[in-house]
């Protein structure tokens, strides 16, 4: 008999939006269950060993009954797809005797301690509705609550559709006709997740991306999934972090993701080739969140480039004009980014993505190639480092547009490295690697200096070209814009020759992955 497994797709809402689910026709039922109150407790060890594996053991009561449950790591964005076992349990700790056949006890085995303890605790209300959607049964369950730790606590409002029979499209086929009236984003933290972000102060931080972990057989579809599944988490995150803090950060973690979801489908695009949606969802991300790089492009100019200026001219009044001036752009980018961020075609086209990723025609097609994805990792590494050597020659006679889309190839290079350094992890490797990726970063530092000072240029010409307010600005703010541009031009020489010595430093660095 094969491991029971639980397959979901979470969403994300408010309170109020919880309220309009509860009403929607497409979840109505004749005859509705009372909501349940649902306490929860997870434990783990003192050293996190089964959070660090992506497990939980819980114990949750049911009124007067209790019932234990293990779930195994799931790479989720929306669509959780797990191992999960359960039991009734006598009371409310864990018995340790129910698991010899999970990977409980060999990752307790492995821990400092082995000693559980309590870490997290949900308490939740919860309704359930069983449902139809296309030709399957699906469980709808609306949970409002929330998550408590003994340094703080979060609210839990989410839609939970776990399919019951049938296939997982329909899962994403009721959500997106759900999100047409009910403002849902895709969820991707469970709610133990929330606890132990809680617990380790990240759940209100922008977020790097994650490391990407692949079986050393796994094939190239399964390879791409993961991929794909580790931006649009990275994506999530920092777009909840953002829309509630406004932290630049978070604006950059979220482009970061993007531009990591788009260089994956540039990665993997021969085994995406003969699927269409994968070039019309990437061409769609890019037009939808084009104005994110004005934004961060005053960000950086604003917090490096006037920030180091004006340290360097601490008596130049000019200085504070222009910073007042380009804050109120700013701010009016922002309002930019925030409004496509709260639109319903923005998380209709992440639930379009995420959909496609998990249930598109290409799976299929790729799964039959059956290509491995070490040997898709090999062929596109070298193909992509070929790209570096031919764009990157003669490296300090290029213009800025020229040496751009050298620092795009190099960006692409350290991304794939990044997405399959898992594939190889033999200590030689594992050494190689190191030296790439440190060469590769060396070259994205100098060649981004450089694109940041062609960026000022582009951000202080369209204060004297009369674009925008800070064309109406008095002169000392002009004066200043030129100062600046000034002081950046003396220092590209240096810069380019520094990004030439580079670009050949990571030609003679051997490659990890031959």
Not at 487 to 502: F, M, S, W
């Amino acid at each position: 008999m094969g491991t029971p497994r639980e397959v979901e797709l979470k969403l994300d809402c408010g309170a109020a939006d919880l309220a309009e689910l509860a009403r929607h026709p497409l979840l109505a039922v004749e005859e509705p269950t009372e909501a349940e109150f649902l306490s929860a407790t997870y434990y783990d060890t003192a050293d996190r060993a089964l959070h660090r594996k992506g497990m939980t053991l819980r114990v949750r009561r049911h009124g007067e009954r209790h019932v234990q449950t293990v779930k195994a790591a799931s790479s989720a964005a929306g669509l959780f797809d797990r191992s999960e076992w359960e039991w009734a349990v006598d009371g409310p700790t864990p018995d340790l005797s129910l698991l010899e056949d999970t990977p409980v006890p060999d990752v307790l085995g492995s821990a400092s301690s082995p000693d559980l303890a309590a870490v997290v605790t949900t308490i939740i209300e919860r309704t359930t509705r069983a449902v139809g959607h296309g030709r399957s049964r699906i469980s709808a369950t609306l949970d409002q609550g929330r998550v408590e730790t003994p340094v703080g606590d979060a609210p839990i409002w989410e839609l939970e559709l776990e399919l019951v029979e049938g296939d997982p499209a329909d899962l994403f086929l009721l959500a997106q006709s759900l999100a047409e009236t009910v403002p849902l984003r895709l969820g991707v933290l469970s709610k133990s997740e929330r606890g132990f972000r809680i617990l380790n102060d990240t759940l209100r931080r922008p977020s790097k991306a994650g490391a990407v972990k692949l079986d050393v057989d796994a094939s190239a579809a399964t390879a791409f999934r993961a991929v794909a599944v580790a931006c649009l988490t990275q994506l999530r995150l920092n777009e909840d972090v953002f829309l509630k803090t406004r932290d630049p950060e978070g604006l950059h973690q979220i482009r970061v993701a993007l531009r990591r979801l788009r260089s994956a489908f540039t990665l993997f695009k021969p085994i995406l080739a003969a699927d269409p949606a994968a070039t019309h969802l990437r061409q769609e991300i890019k037009r939808v969140t084009e104005p994110f790089g004005h934004a961060r492009n005053l960000d950086v100019f604003l917090s490096e480039t006037l920030a180091d200026e004006m340290a360097r001219r601490p008596d130049e009044a000019g200085l504070d004009d222009l910073r007042l001036r380009l804050e109120a752009e700013r701010d009016r980018a922002y309002g930019t980014v925030f409004s496509i961020l709260d639109s319903q075609a923005w998380r209709s086209l992440i639930l379009d993505v995420s959909a496609w990723i998990e249930t598109g025609p290409w799976r299929g097609d790729a799964e039959r190639e059956g290509v491995s994805a070490r040997d898709h990792a090999e062929a596109m590494l070298d193909k992509a480092r070929r790209r570096i050597r031919k764009r990157g020659r003669h490296l300090q006679r290029l213009d800025a547009e020229a040496r751009h889309e050298v620092r795009i190839e190099a960006k692409k290079l350290r991304y794939g490295a990044e997405f399959f350094a898992s594939l190889y992890g033999e200590k030689k490797a594992q050494k190689r690697h190191k030296a790439f990726v440190s060469a590769l970063s060396d070259l994205q530092d100098h060649l981004g200096a450089l694109n940041d000072l062609a960026t000022a240029h582009s951000v202080l010409a369209s204060l004297a070209s009369g674009t925008g307010e800070a064309a109406e600005g008095d002169g000392r703010a002009l004066f200043a814009a030129g100062l600046t541009a000034a002081d950046g031009e003396a220092r590209t020489n240096d810069l380019l020759k520094a990004a030439g010595q580079a670009h050949e430093a990571l030609l003679d660095v051997k490659p990890f992955w031959r």
